[in-house]
């Protein structure tokens, strides 16, 4: 079953814009990951966001978390043509459980 | 330092065939996972290594098996295909359980 679940399932702007992506979540989390996946390749983290943290910046990246409304999003600020790629959240849960990933959301980058 | 390097990159079946995916991680990654992505269904577990000489059932472990050989080494085996088994698997390593983790590039997987 899927605990993250991301919102939009695609995403479309122009090169310069900013792209926000949301995730939300049903249960009790211990941190909250993003990964990028370019066309046929493999995933790669981002960015990784503990339960006790609101907010994390890696260089144009920004990700917040609220735990109360159980959500997160990620923003990449003045996108490139090279960020057009799927982003995928993954939850950690509390106790020896392995991440739990939404089914992404695919972004396009016009130039 | 290859990281996760996973073998085949692609491969086709015949219904009822066997294989065995391999994987193996330069990081010194306590912990090993197989994933299957397809579309619109984003990543499902198949099986996952905590640690050596442990594994677990993940979220579709049906039809698969695999064996920890050793803190390097994680293969998913097929013992016989079924064209459902289609899809893309992914090998990932991190050091914890709920930790990062880094993926190999994917095996392509058709079944006929």
């Known amino acids: 079953s899927q605990q993250g679940e991301e919102d939009p399932q695609a995403l479309s702007i122009q090169e310069g814009e900013n792209a926000t992506m949301n995730c939300s979540y049903k249960?009790?989390?211990?941190?909250l990951q993003w990964y990028r996946q370019n066309s046929g390749r493999g995933l790669v983290h981002l960015i990784l966001?503990?339960?006790?943290?609101r907010e994390k910046h890696s260089g144009r990246l920004r990700v917040t978390l609220d735990t109360s409304k159980k959500s997160s999003s990620l923003l990449i600020t003045a996108s490139r043509a090279a960020d057009t790629a799927s982003y995928f959240c993954?939850?950690?849960?509390?106790?020896?459980?392995?991440?739990?990933f939404g089914k992404g959301t695919r972004l396009s980058v016009i130039a | 330092n290859a990281g996760v390097t996973q073998t085949p990159k692609f491969q086709v079946l015949k219904t009822g065939q066997s294989m065995t995916l391999q994987c193996a991680q330069d990081?010194?990654?306590?912990?090993m996972y197989w994933y299957r992505q397809d579309p619109g269904m984003g990543l499902r577990l198949i099986y996952y290594?905590?640690?050596?000489?442990?594994?677990d059932k993940g979220e579709v472990p049906n039809g698969y098996n695999v064996s920890r050989l050793n803190k390097r080494e994680f293969s998913l085996r097929l013992e016989s295909a079924a064209p459902s088994q289609t899809s893309v698997y992914f090998c990932?390593?991190?050091?914890?359980?709920?930790?990062?983790?880094?993926f190999g590039e994917g095996s392509r997987l058709t079944v006929l």
């Open positions: 966001i503990r339960s006790n943290e």
């Open positions: 990081m010194n990654h306590n912990s």
């Open positions: 290594s905590a640690s050596e000489g442990t594994t």
């Open positions: 990932a390593g991190g050091q914890g359980v709920t930790g990062e983790l880094f």
């Open positions: 249960t009790s989390i211990n941190n």
């Open positions: 993954a939850t950690g849960l509390s106790g020896n459980t392995p991440l739990v």
